[in-house]
Every structure is written in C-alpha cells, then in structure tokens.
C-alpha cells in the first residue's frame, strides 16, 4: 500500500521499483471510467474495482501495488482489511516531500480545491492532503496497531530493495543484478522435507531452482509447497511446473466444480487425503497459494547454454521465452512426462532418449522426472557434445531397480551452478557440482 499526499512522488518511486503489471492505480481506473483522472465523484465505483482487481491478483500469485494515498484512516483502512482477509502480507510504503516541492510541479491538482481536514478552510488538494496525512502519520507510521500482519518502510528516512520475479527474457542478468552468484537445482522432491531442509540450505547469494514435483509420495508435500511459495513470493526462488502439480491443481479446480474424473494414484493419495482432511479456511487458503504457485511455474527456464525443463526438452524450446507450452501440445507432454514407447518396465514407462540427440553442442538440459540411477545423476551426451543431466534419483520412492531386482528407496539430488558476466559475450553460468541427500 502505498501512503502519501497527492504530489508525493509515489508514481515515480513505483516505476523504479515494481513491474507496471504488479500496479492498481486509483488515478488509472478514474481516467478508465471517467476520462479524466481528476474526477472524485466516483470515488465508490474506483474503490469496488481496486478491491476486485487486487484480488484477482492475489489469487494467481501475483504481488500488488496500490498507487493511492491512503492517507484518511477509511482508505487505508478499506485496503488494509482486504489484505488481512486475503492473508497476504501487507507493507505500508510512506512517502513525502515538501509542500513547496510538490506545489512547484502540481499541475492538475492545483486547480482541484476540498475543505482542509482541521480547519474546514477551501485549499488546493495538494495542501488538503498534507494536512490530511500530517494528522494521521503518528497512525501510519505505527502501521495502525496492526503489530507484525503490517511492515511500515517509510521512503523519507529508509532504504529499501524490492523483489523482482525472475526475468524471462534475460534471467542471468537479473540473477547477477539481484545478487545471486549461484543457483542450487534441485530435483524432484516429492514431500521428502528433511532433504528439502538440506537442499535449501544455502547461503543469501545462492538462487533456488526446483524441477517440479514437489509433492505427492508423501504427506510432507503440503509443508514444502507452503515453503517454495514463499521463497518464490520473495524473489529468492523459481520452480518448473511438474506433472504431479499440474495433476493435483487440475483436481483442485475439479473438484470446486463437477468433481474430477482422473484418475488419482498411490502417490497422488498422499496430497489429495490430505488436503481433504483440512479445514475448510485452511484448505481454501492452501489451495489458492497452489494454484498461485502452479500459475507462476514455467514450463522451462533458460540459464545461457543451460535448459532445465521437468521431463524431457523439446527441441523447440531451447532459445523459447514462452518458457510455458501450448495445452495438449507434443512438447507439453515432453515438457511434462518425457517420451515413451507406451510400455511400461516394473509398473513405470519405457522410456525414449531421442530428444538428447537434438541438444546444440555445448548446451546441457537438465531434467527431473526419469529415475535412471537411485545411486546419482546421470549424464547423456550426444555425437555434437550436448548433454542431458537426469537430476531425479528416486526422492520418496521406492524403486525396484527398473524390475531387475528387490526395491530401494531413492533420495534427494541436486547440482550447483556458478553465475559469471565476464566474457565478451555477456553473462554466462558454469556447472560447478552436485550434491545429494
């Protein structure tokens, strides 16, 4: 919530710092409505509007700006209880300048007059305002006793970074320019929370990357997607869309609706049941963050010559910043569950290597999904030098040696990268190492 007189510069500090998508602006709706954003009479309609749309936002996983004052009491208040409603986190962004400042490039607002706040005395919206804000800002500043559910960053005396979502047209970059000089992958997780706890380990420098699946297999999954969520949420993390999320958030959205006619596993059982033993409040809030959380995972991701996609990579998404496929398309599915004969060997598929071939030289995919090895990762390299790393080695499953011999329990692996922008060429990343639970 952004928290200041008209004139403040709130605009301005919004567009150094947030994605103009991230942005609900109560002057934008006026002009939409109105055409004019100096129109006040319809306040009630702007109002409805900013609710509606920052929580349709927040149900898809977005973050949001709301570019008004909100400095009467009832304005914050209106948006502050949507946020508590919503259970999102809520931060108080003051800012302010002089009066003789914001007089110097008032435009519009100097020729809009209301009654000042103590003195009922007409006055240019500018000075009604500051006087508005001034009687309030013992309030705002104490984030309006609402203790820790408000953060307060006042502008005028703090500084202060704001999280950016991963770039898709140029990630490296934006990894370097936020600070990251590593990313960890991780495979696939599969609810195994004490090797999550080790693999997220890292230190502030380091970027988290995670394949998909981080559920099913075991009831654990639950906590873990809460967990990425929030590392996603914050800027410290991205995860693909594996097929287990795209399964459990299709029977999500079923289930609200005619109910889901799939067909539900031994390892989908472990999220569905519980999931269904929640609390209604409870389910409704960790199935929004889901959807929210599925909504915001790329099918893939590209790192320079480095592709990490869930299943298997097409050879058109290299050099793709769609980084999401087409709905029921080949390279969804190889996105999603890689290739296969139709067989299966030891109740799991036979599956196809043919994609490996077509990876350029010197660029390197990196998968999850296939168990070819519970022992460590295993790299496939083609006649041109490129080469697949299959990163899943069996985390909460138990594999029975592709039918060759007695079951045994997989574990968690994952492979460390380290980020460059040294060479004539612009940025690039180096493997570095793997490690495993």
Do not use: C
């Not at 893939?300 to 996609?309: E, G, K």
């Not at 499953?397 to 060479?423: N, T």
Request: charged share 30%; hydrophobic share 40%; net charge neutral.
């Amino acid at each position: 919530m952004m928290v200041g007189p008209s004139g403040a510069g709130k605009s301005t500090l919004i567009e150094r710092h947030f994605n103009s998508r991230e942005v609900i602006s109560t002057d934008a709706l006026r002009v939409e409505f109105t055409g004019d954003k100096r129109r006040q009479d319809k306040d009630d309609e702007v109002l409805a509007e900013v609710s509606r749309r920052v929580e349709a936002k927040i149900n898809v996983g977005q973050r949001v700006v709301i570019d008004a004052t909100h400095v009467r009491d009832q304005d914050r208040r209106r948006s502050l209880e949507l946020g508590l409603m919503l259970d999102v986190p809520i931060t108080y962004l003051v800012v302010n300048r002089s009066v003789e400042s914001k007089m110097q490039k008032a435009g519009w607002r100097k020729d809009i007059y209301v009654k000042k706040l103590t003195s009922g005395k007409l006055v240019s919206l500018i000075e009604a305002h500051e006087d508005t804000f001034v009687a309030n800002e013992h309030k705002i500043l104490a984030g309006d006793s609402q203790g820790k559910k408000v953060m307060v960053i006042d502008t005028r005396v703090e500084e202060f970074k704001v999280a950016r979502e991963l770039s898709r047209e140029n990630p490296v970059e934006q990894l370097i320019s936020s600070g990251f000089n590593r990313v960890r992958v991780v495979a696939d997780v599969h609810g195994n929370l004490e090797s999550f706890r080790k693999a997220i380990d890292v230190p502030e420098d380091t970027f988290l990357l995670f394949l998909g699946d981080l559920l099913d297999y075991d009831v654990r999954g639950i906590q873990i997607v809460e967990r990425v969520y929030k590392m996603v949420q914050e800027g410290r993390a991205i995860t693909l869309r594996g097929n287990h999320e795209r399964k459990i958030a299709n029977w999500v959205v079923k289930e609200r609706g005619n109910g889901f006619e799939g067909s539900i596993t031994s390892g989908n059982d472990f999220t569905v049941n519980m999931v269904k033993a929640m609390t209604p409040a409870r389910r409704a809030l960790w199935e929004r963050r889901f959807l929210a959380l599925v909504d915001l995972s790329p099918d893939w991701i590209q790192l320079d010559r480095f592709l990490f996609v869930h299943g298997a990579a097409h050879r058109s998404i290299w050099d793709d910043t769609l980084f999401r496929a087409e709905e029921e398309s080949k390279r969804m599915a190889m996105a999603m569950f890689g290739e296969s004969t139709g067989k299966t060997i030891g109740g799991y598929p036979e599956r196809l290597y043919n994609w490996v071939d077509d990876i350029p030289t010197r660029h390197t995919a990196v998968v999850g999904h296939a168990v070819l090895s519970t022992e460590e990762p295993l790299t496939k390299t083609n006649d041109k030098g490129g080469k697949a790393i299959f990163l899943d080695t069996g985390s909460s499953k138990d594999i029975d040696d592709f039918g060759r011999g007695p079951a045994v329990r997989g574990h968690l692996s994952w492979m460390e990268l380290s980020i460059g922008a040294l060479s004539r060429n612009g940025s690039y990343v180096v493997f570095d190492a793997f490690g495993r639970d």
